[in-house]
């Protein structure tokens, strides 16, 4: 079940990826929605990771996504898809 998740989150972060490149406003929402689904499910890695490499991995997963809605809801960002 949750490779089908992960592969249904990669193809809805490709239709973002398009429609961010295009200047959609409506790619913005789908790009906050996807970062914090995939924050959600990298989050419990970070308590309960069993290898330190595996710590590492889901804790930039978790700065990577928070850094992507960061970006996204700046607001030269909003001003670009007005």
Same mark, same amino acid.
């Given at each position: ?14 239709l ?13 929402? !789908?790009?906050? !929605?996807?970062?914090?689904?995939s924050?959600?499910?990298a ?8 290898? #330190? ?7 930039? #997963?978790? !700065? ?7 970006l ?11």
């Amino acid at each position: 079940m949750v490779v089908y998740g992960g592969a249904v989150l990669g193809l809805l972060g490709l239709l973002a990826a398009y429609g961010l490149w295009n200047l959609k406003k409506w790619s913005v929402w !789908v790009t906050i !929605v996807l970062s914090l689904l995939s924050i959600l499910s990298a989050a419990p890695g970070i308590a309960f990771a069993p290898t #330190t490499v595996l710590f590492v991995a889901a804790l930039l #997963t978790v !700065v990577g996504y928070a850094l992507i809605i960061v970006l996204v809801v700046l607001p030269g960002s909003w001003r670009a898809y007005a």
